[in-house]
Nanobody, 129 residues
């Protein structure tokens, strides 16, 4: 059993930056790969980024590669998503998530986050033009 608390969303103008955080509890955090998904208004949830448990291997959606950086601080049981050069198309509710016996590489392939076992409640990111 894992509990996830995500935070850090807000309102920014295009070109700005935000850092999202996700704090995990209830299990051994260091054994879990972690991911971020997002859901824009009127659209289905989509994969954003994932990071492996120990080697810190990362994966990104093409739409955010080069602009977003996922990282983790295992002693703090925390995963981050640094978002730079934000665009209005990045406007969405962002969710951190994880799953049992699932690698970060596999998380990248999940459509709409199907198969993820644990979710944060989401944090809203709004990017103005």
């Amino acid at each position: 059993q894992v509990q996830l608390v995500d935070s850090g969303g807000g309102l920014v103008q295009a070109g700005g930056s935000l850092r999202l955080s996700c704090v995990a509890s209830g299990d051994v955090f260091t054994t879990y790969a972690m991911a971020w998904f997002r859901q824009a208004p009127g659209k289905e949830r989509e994969f954003v980024a994932a990071i492996s448990s120990s080697t810190r291997e990362t994966f990104y959606a093409d739409s955010v590669k080069g602009r977003f950086t996922i990282s983790r601080d295992n002693p703090k049981n925390t995963v981050y998503l640094e978002m730079n050069t934000l665009k209005p198309a990045d406007t969405a509710v962002y969710y951190c998530a994880t799953a049992r016996w699932t690698t970060a590489r596999t998380m990248r392939t999940m459509e709409n986050g199907d198969g993820m076992d644990y979710w944060g409640k989401g944090t809203l990111v709004t990017v103005s033009s």
